[in-house]
């Protein structure tokens, strides 16, 4: 088994969430402001070099507006 920070799916999650930012004209750290964190934690999990936990995952989808249970299901992983 691949490590999970690899697979096709977190590739999709990272593509959707920066297009979620982008959609809302954020910057990096703009985002980063908004939760309160670093700029470079952004730009690491966008480039896929960290994963987000479910507890950054939620407050990064709560900073970009969307409904992250919501997210998840469309990009596929609760199949």
Known sequence: MRKSIYTEQQAKLRARLRAE???????QAE??????????FVSKYERGERRLDV??????????????????REEGVDS
């Open 21 to 27: 930012r982008k959609k809302l004209g954020l910057t």
């Open 31 to 40: 985002l980063a402001k908004k939760i309160g964190i670093y700029r470079t």
């Open 55 to 72: 507890f950054e995952f939620f407050a990064v989808a709560k900073a970009l507006e969307v409904n992250g249970i919501a997210m998840l």
